[in-house]
C-alpha cells in the first residue's frame, strides 16, 4: 500500500501554523550548507545545526541555504520566523505527505517537488524538496534520508563552469529542478525493464506469482502519475512566469522541463496502457494452459471409457453368452477394443483436440 | 447501499420554504451555544432551546451562534426569520440529503460540509454541518447525532491562545473548516489500513466473503469520492475570495485547506484504483486455485482410468485367454499397471500439471 | 430497448415546420385548462378542445394555459400561430422525442422537460412536458397519458396561499420545474431499493434471472442519464438570467432546483458505479458456487476411483492370485479400501477442499 | 473493417491542390443538375456532363448546381476553376475520406456530410455530400452510387411550396442538411431494432454467432460516432452565424437541426452503452448455460460412481466373501444402491445442484 | 517493449545545453544538402560534411539546409552556434526522444516531428525530424537511418512545377510537414490491412498466439497515439497563425494538414475501439470451443457412465442372481444398455447439448 497520509491524523484539531514532523525520520543530525556566491567568488560554508544560520543572509551576494533534515521542528520554526517565512509554508515544509505544488507568497514562491529515489525495496521511493526562490536566495529544504542529493549541482557552482555562477536565484532553483526531473526519467527506464521482463514473464511462464507482481506494477504507476501530473502544473505555472521572480531567459530554460516532465507523463501513461493489458494477457494466458492440459485429460479418460465398458460387459456372469465361449472371441474383443480406440484418437485429432 | 435521497419525497409537491427534517432523528433536546468574543474578552452562554436566543446577536462584538440538532423545524424556522435567513437557506439546513455547497446571499455566505463520523459500523458514516457566515456573526447546525463536534475549537476560544479571537468571523469559519478536512484524513487512513487488510486477504486465503468486502469497500469510495470533489470546489470558491466577506489573509490559509482537499481527492482515486485492481486479482487468483484443485484432481483421476481398464480386461470371462493361466499372470499384469502408474505420473510431472 | 426516435423517420423528408404528433397516443380528447390570476383574484376555466382558445390572453392578469394531449395538431398548430409561436416549436411540442432542453426565442422562452411516471412496467416511464414562458403568460403542454399532472399546482393556485399569486409568470415556471424536478428524487428512491433488493439478490442467492434484471437496471439508468444531464444544463441556464424573463428573486429559486438536479445526477452517477460493479460480484459470486459443487463433486469421484480399481484388480480372472485364497483376503481388502478413503478425506480436508 | 482512408496512400508525395477521386467508382455517367429560381420563377435543366455548365450562374436568380459523380476528376477542376474555388476544396470534394467539418473561405462556406444510405450489406454505409454555399448559389457534390439523393428537395422546389423558394441561398443549404440529418434518424431506428433482436438472442438463444453480431454492431457504433459528433461541430458552427453567410432567421432553423445532432449522438451513445452491456451479458449467459450442462452431468456421474464401487466390490472374486453366498445378498445390495441413489439425488436436489 | 527514454539517463546532472546524441546511431557519415532557390532560379550543393556548411545563408535567396545524421553532435553544436539557435534548441534536436512539438523562438519556429517508416520488424519504426523555419530559410534535420527521406519535395524544387518555388519559407515547411503526415496515411492503412487479418483470425482459428498479436497491435496503437496527438497541437498552432513566420495563404494549407491529422487520430481511436473489443471476442471465442469440446466429452462419458454400471452389477459374484440364469439374460441386459443409450442420447440432443 502506498502510504498516503500515514499518520497525519495527529494533527488533527491542532491549530493552523503547528509544526509537525510527519514522515520517515532520518537518524542523522541537521545538516545546513550556505552557499553565497558571485560570478567570481563561492564561499561555503557546512554547519551542523541550525542555530548558527540565523545570522547570515546579506544582500551583496546569492545565498543558497540547504537544509538537510526535517524533525528539528522547533529550529525550522526559529529558522522560518527569522528568514520571514509564513506559518504554513514552514508546517508544509515539515509534512512530507504534499503534492508537488508551487505557491506563490508574493515576496517569494514556494515550491515542493518529490525527488524519485533509488529503488532497493519495492515500490517507488520518494524524498520531499521544498525549493524557497527569494529575489536574491535561495532555501532548500531535503529530508536527508539518504545524504545530500544536490552534490553535483554544488560542485558545478564551486567549479564555477558553465552559465550557473553568473545567473540569478531563479537560475539555481531551475538547476535544481531540472536535476529533479531527471531523475523521474531514472526511474522510468528501471520501470521500462521491469515491464518488458513482466512481459516475457507473462508470455512464457505465468505463475502464481505473476499476479502480484502486475498488481505492484500497476501501483508504482499510480504513485508516479500522482506525483508527476502536479509537477507538470508546476513547470507550468513557473514556464508562464506568473511570478515576477523568473525572468524571461530562465523561462526558456523552464519550458525546457516543462517538455521533460510532459514527456515523462506520456511514458507513465503508455505504461500504464500497456500494464492494464498486461492483466488481460496473463488471465488468458493462464486459462489457456489450464484448459489445454484439461482438455488433454479429458480425451485421455474419453478413449478409456468405451473400452472400460466392454470390458465390464464381457465381465458379466451370465451363463448363457455365446461369446465367451468362442475361440477368438478374446482376442476379437481386445481387437475391437484397439481399433475403438484408434478410431477415437484419429478423430480427436481431426477436431484438433489433441 | 447508500441512503440517497431516502425519505426526500416527501416533500414532493409542496411549495418551496416548507421546512421538513430529513435525516436521521436525534434523541436529544436541540442545545443552542451562543459565544461572543473580542481579542480581549469572551462570553459563552449554553441554552437548551433555541426560544430564547432570540435576542442576542449584538455588533460590538464576534458572535457564534452554534446549534445542535434539526429537528425541530418550527423553531429553525423561527430563528431563520428573526435573523433574515433566506427561506431555501432553512429549508437546506434541515435537509441533511445536501451536497456540499456554497451559496452567496450578498449580506451572508451559506456553506454546507459534510463531517466523516467515526465509523462503528460499516460504511462512511457522515454528520451534515451548516455555516452561516456574516460579517459580524458565524452561525453553525449541527446535526448532533454524536454530541457536539465543535469542541475543540471552542476550548481553543475559550484559552484565547493563537489567531483564532484576534481576527475576523472568517478564521473561525476557516478554522471550523479545516477541522472537518481533518476529519477526512482519519477516514482515509482507516480505510487505507482495511485496504491493505483487504490486500492481504486477496492474496493469502481468498473467500466468498472476499467479494463482499471489496464491493463494500467501492461503495465506500464512492460515498467519500461524492462528498470530496464538492468539497473541493466550496474551498476553491472561498480561496478564490469570489465573496467580500472573505478577507486576504484569510485566504491564504482558505488555499492550504484547498491543498488538502486536493490530497484527499488525490488519496481517494488511489486507493479506487487500487480497490479496482483487487477484484481482478481476487478473481484470478480464486480461479488460479480453483483450478490447481482441479488439475490435480483430474491428474490422479487419469492415472487410474488406464489401470481400471487393465483390470477390466482381465476380469473378462472369456474361456479362452491365455494370460490368465500363465503362473505369473497376476504379477505381471499389477506389474505393468505400476510401470504404467509411475510413467504417467513422470510425465505429469515434467509437464508441470503435479 | 429505449425506444429512442421510433417512428421519427415518418417525418424525412418532409418540409421543416410540419407537425407530426410522435409519441404515445393517449385515448382522451384533448383538455384545456386556462387560468387568470392576480394577488387578489383567480378565474380558471376548463374547455374540452382548443377551438374555443383562442379568444383569451388579456394583458390585465396572469394567464397560465395549460393544454393535455397532443395528438391533434392541427388545433395546435392553430393555436400556436394565434398565439405567434414559432413553427420550430410546435414541431417540438408533439414530438416527445425531445431531449430537455431551453430555447431562447425573444419574446418567449421555450422549455421542454421530462416528468418521469410512476412505473408501473419496467423501464422509466416518462412524459414529455413543454413550458413557454411570456412576459405575462405560461403555456404548458402534457402528453395527457395518466392524466393531469399540475394539479397540486392548481390546487395552490386556487388557495392563494405562498408566494405563487403574488409573483410573475416565472415563479409559476419555477413551481412546476420544481415539481417535475421532485418526480425525480421519487424515481432515484425506487431505484435505490430495487438496487438494494438486486444487490441481497446477488450475494443471498443469485440466479440466471439476476443477470436479465442487472441489464435492465442498467439501461433504466441509462435512461435517467440522458434526461437528467440536459435537464442540468437547462436549469443552469435559466438560473443565470440569461434571458430577461427570469427575474433576480426567482434566480435564487431556480439556483435551489438546479442544485436539486445536481443531487439528482450525482445519485444517478453513483447508483451507476454501484451497478457496475453488482455484475462484477454477481460473475464471481456465481463461479464461485459453480466451482464450489464442481469441486466437491470432483474430490467425491477422485475417492472412489481407487476404490474401483483395487475392487477391479481383485475382479480379475487370474488362476493364480494368492490373495484370493487367503481367509481374510475379502475383508483385508476391504479395509484398506476403508483405509485409503479415510485417508483421501483427511488429506482433502487438510487442503480445504472439503 | 471500416475501410478507413483504403487507398489514401496513393496521394503520398503529391504537391498539394492534385485532384485524385478517392473512394467507391460510380459506373454512372456524371449528371449535373441547374436549377434557378426565385419566389416566382423555376428553371431546371439537367446535362449528363460537366462541360456544358461553365456558362452559368447569372446573378439574378438564385442558382443550384448538382453534381452526381465524383471520377471524372478533370471536369471537377475545371469546374471548379470557373467557379473560382480553392484548390483543396476540390482535393475535398473528390477524396470521400473527410470527416463532416465546415471551411469558410470567406466567399463561401465548403460544408462536407456524410449521408447514411440504406443498408443491404451489413454495416454503416455512406455517401459523401459536399456543399458549397455562396451568397446566391449553392453547389452540391454526391458521390452518385445510389442515384439522386435530393430528389424531393428538388420537388419541392419545383412545387414552389412552402418557405423554399422565397428564402435566399442559406435556406436551401439548410434544408438539404435537414434531410441528410433525417437519414441518422432512420439508421438509429434499424439500428435500435437490431439491438432488441439481438438482446433476445442474447438472453434466448446464444450461440457462437452472437459474438460475431456483437463485434459487428459495435463497429457500426464505432462508425456512426465518428461521423456523428464532427456533424454536431459543423451543426454548432453554423448556428452560431460564425459566418454572415447565414441569416439569423435560417440560423432558428439551423438550431432546430443541431438538436436533432445531439438527438442522434445521444442515440448513439445510449446503444453504444446497450451493446457494450450486452457482450457481458452473453459471457455470463453462456457460461451459465455451460455450467448448468456441467454441472448436471457431473452430479449425473457423481451419483453412479458410488455404485459402481459397490459393484465393483462384489465383482471381487475372493474365495470367502460371506455376503456372496447370502440368499437374499443380491437383492440386498441392488437395495442398498438404489438407497444410495436415491440418497445423494435426494441431497444434491436439496443442494439445488438439481 | 516501446523503447520510451531508452539512454536518455545518461543525461542525469549534466548542465542544460549539453549536447548528446541520443538514439540509433546512423553508421553513415553526416550528409548535408543546401538548396538555394528564387522562383526562377535553383542551385544545389551537397556537402558530407557540416564544417563547410558555415559560409552559406545570403540573403537574397530562400535557403534550406536539410542536415541528415545526428551523432556528430560537436559539427551540429557548431553549425547551431553559427546560425543562431538556441543551446536548448541544438540539445533537442541530437534527442530523438522528443515528443512532436512546436516552439516559438521569436526570429524562428522549432518543430519537431515523427516520420512513421516502412515497418520491416514489428512495431511503429520512427525517424525524428526537426525543421526549424526562419524569414528566409529552413533547415532540416533527420536522423538519417534510412537515407533522404525528403526526395521528393526536392525533386519538386529542381523542377520548379507547382507552387513550391514562388512561395516563401513557410510553403516548404508546410509541403514537408504534408509529406510527413501522409507517411501516417500508409501506416494506418498497413495497420487497418493487420487488424482486417487478425479479426479473421479471432473468429476463425484463434490460437495462443493470437493474445500475444493482440498484445503487439495494443502497443503499436498506444505508440501511434502518442505522436499522433501533439502533432495535432503542432498543426493546430500553425493553423492558427500564432506566429509571424506563417502567412495567411498557407495557413489555409496548414488548416488541410491539420484535418488530415485529425482523420489520423480519428482513425486511430476507431482501430484502438475495434482491438480492444478483439481481446474480448477472442476469450469468448477461446472458452466458447474450449467449453464445447468438454460438454462433448463430459456427454460421452455420461452416457457410458450407467451403461458401465449395469455391466458391473451382472458382474457380481453373488450366488443367487435370477437374472444370470434366464436364457436371454444376457441379450436382454445388452438390449437394455442400448436402450439407456439411445434414450440419453435423444435427451441430450434436445437439449442441445450434442
Known amino acids: 500500500m502506498p502510504r498516503i497520509n500515514k499518520d497525519r491524523s495527529v494533527k488533527s484539531g491542532l491549530p493552523p501554523g503547528t509544526l509537525i514532523h510527519i514522515g520517515e525520520r532520518s537518524d542523522r543530525e541537521i545538516r545546513v550548507t550556505i552557499a553565497e556566491y558571485t560570478e567570481k567568488t563561492y564561499e561555503e560554508k557546512a554547519i551542523s545545526s541550525l542555530k548558527e ?93 539518504r545524504g545530500d542529493l544536490f552534490g ?36 522510468l527506464e528501471r520501470l521500462g525493464d521491469d515491464i518488458s521482463e513482466l512481459e516475457d514473464e507473462v508470455v512464457r511462464e505465468p505463475g502464481p506469482e505473476t499476479t502480484r507482481k502486475i498488481h505492484q506494477m500497476k501501483r508504482d504507476m499510480i504513485q508516479l502519475r500522482r506525483v508527476a501530473w502536479p509537477l507538470r ?4 505555472a513557473l514556464e508562464r512566469r506568473e511570478s515576477t521572480l523568473v525572468s524571461a531567459p530562465v523561462a526558456i530554460y523552464l519550458r525546457d522541463v516543462y517538455d521533460h516532465t510532459v514527456q515523462v507523463i506520456d511514458a507513465v501513461e503508455a505504461y500504464r496502457d500497456i500494464v492494464s ?10 486459462s489457456n494452459r489450464m484448459n489445454e492440459t484439461i482438455k488433454f485429460l479429458t480425451v485421455i479418460g474419453t478413449i478409456f471409457i468405451p473400452l472400460t465398458f466392454i470390458s465390464g460387459v ?14 477368438w472371441g478374446y482376442f476379437l474383443v481386445v481387437g475391437f477394443m484397439f481399433f475403438v480406440a484408434v478410431g477415437m484418437l484419429v478423430y480427436f485429432r481431426r477436431k484438433r483436440w489433441l
Open 277 to 286: 493489458g498486461l492483466l488481460d494477457i496473463y488471465l488468458s494466458s493462464i
Open 233 to 236: 502544473e508546476v513547470l507550468s
Open 152 to 187: 553535483p549541482v554544488r560542485e558545478r557552482l564551486r567549479n564555477g563552469k558553465g552559465r550557473l555562477r553568473s545567473m540569478g536565484a531563479d537560475y539555481l532553483v531551475y538547476t535544481l529542478i531540472d536535476m529533479i526531473v531527471d531523475s523521474y526519467f531514472t526511474s
Open 53 to 145: 544560520s540565523f545570522y547570515y543572509m546579506e544582500p551583496k551576494a546569492l545565498t543558497w541555504i540547504d537544509v538537510e533534515g526535517l524533525h528539528e521542528v522547533e529550529l525550522i520554526q526559529k529558522f522560518g520566523d527569522t528568514q520571514g517565512l509564513h506559518p504554513l509554508v514552514l508546517e508544509d515544509i515539515v509534512n512530507t505527505n504534499q503534492r508537488p505544488k508551487l505557491e506563490d507568497y508574493g515576496d517569494y514562491l514556494y515550491i515542493v517537488l518529490k525527488m524519485l529515489r533509488d529503488r532497493g525495496e519495492p515500490g517507488v521511493g520518494m524524498e520531499q524538496i521544498s525549493l524557497i526562490l527569494g529575489p536574491h536566495f535561495v532555501i532548500t529544504f531535503q529530508e536527508g534520508l
Open 314 to 327: 464381457y465381465g458379466m456372469n451370465f451363463q448363457f453368452m455365446p461369446e465367451l465361449q468362442w475361440r
